[in-house]
């Protein structure tokens, strides 16, 4: 059974940086494309950052610049480093991996919190 483990978020200042991270095992298929997805209060599930088995990556414009995604194929995990953070990135976080069967799957979710 696929098991996706997340960690790193947490309360921050504003200004400050956080990496999270999200681990998965179990998983039937080969993984094509890793992401991060967040969901502020009150509001809908957004992308934040993707990056394909190839290293291409994709960001939000409001974290470009801010943001960078990497991931470990041999580990199937994904990181976000997060810097410059904004109260506005306040949000619980969730890692997203689509296999090249297009199989979804989902963290649990992290909460960040950034204060100003």
């Known amino acids: 059974q696929a098991q996706l483990v997340e960690s790193g978020g947490g309360l921050v200042q504003a200004g400050g940086s956080l990496r999270l991270s999200c681990a998965a095992s179990g998983l039937q298929y080969s993984i094509n494309t890793m992401g991060w997805f967040r969901q502020p209060p009150g509001k809908q599930r957004e992308m934040v950052a993707g990056i394909t088995r190839g290293g291409s990556t994709s960001y939000a414009d409001s974290v470009k610049g801010r943001f960078t995604i990497s991931r470990d194929n041999a580990k199937n995990t994904v990181y976000l480093q997060m810097n410059s953070l904004k109260p506005e990135d306040t949000a619980v976080y969730y890692c997203?991996?689509?296999?090249?069967?297009?199989?979804?799957?989902w963290g649990q979710g992290t909460q960040v919190t950034v204060s100003s």
């Open positions: 997203n991996l689509v296999s090249f069967t297009t199989r979804n799957y």
